[in-house]
Nanobody
Framework: QVQLRESGGGSVQAGGSLRLSCTAS????????MAWFRQAPGKEREGVAG????????FYADSVKGRFTISRDNAKNTLYLQMNSLKPEDTAMYYC????????????????????WGQGTQVTVIS
């Protein structure tokens, strides 16, 4: 069974940084679009950033552009999200996700397009 496991969440002061990781097991992700989503209490899950299978194309929600960077290491089957200049409104549960195939674009960054999901890692930004 496909497993995606996130790590790296925690509590940080506003303006600080965190780096999230997502490692896949029983599943090679090199041919799949991957992304980070987040969900705050009482809100819908939203796309944060996505990256193409080869890593050559990435896209971001407007709210995180210039602060977050998504990357992947296909040799390690791992996805990353570097988060800088964190704000209290970034507080949420962060999930990594993978599509069933290679289709990938900014317009693709909605939960229904992603088949595989991790359990999430909590990010709390303290003002």
């Amino acid at each position: 069974q496909v497993q995606l496991r996130e790590s790296g969440g925690g509590s940080v002061q506003a303006g600080g940084s965190l780096r999230l990781s997502c490692t896949a097991s029983r599943f090679t992700t090199s041919g799949n679009c991957m992304a980070w989503f987040r969900q705050a209490p009482g809100k819908e899950r939203e796309g944060v950033a996505g990256i193409s299978p080869g890593g050559g194309m990435s896209f971001y929600a407007d709210s995180v552009k210039g602060r977050f960077t998504i990357s992947r290491d296909n040799a390690k089957n791992t996805l990353y999200l570097q988060m800088n200049s964190l704000k209290p409104e970034d507080t949420a549960m962060y999930y990594c996700a993978a599509t069933a195939g290679p289709s990938c674009s900014a317009s693709y960054l909605v939960p229904s397009n992603f088949r595989y999901w991790g359990q999430g890692t909590q990010v709390t930004v303290i003002s």
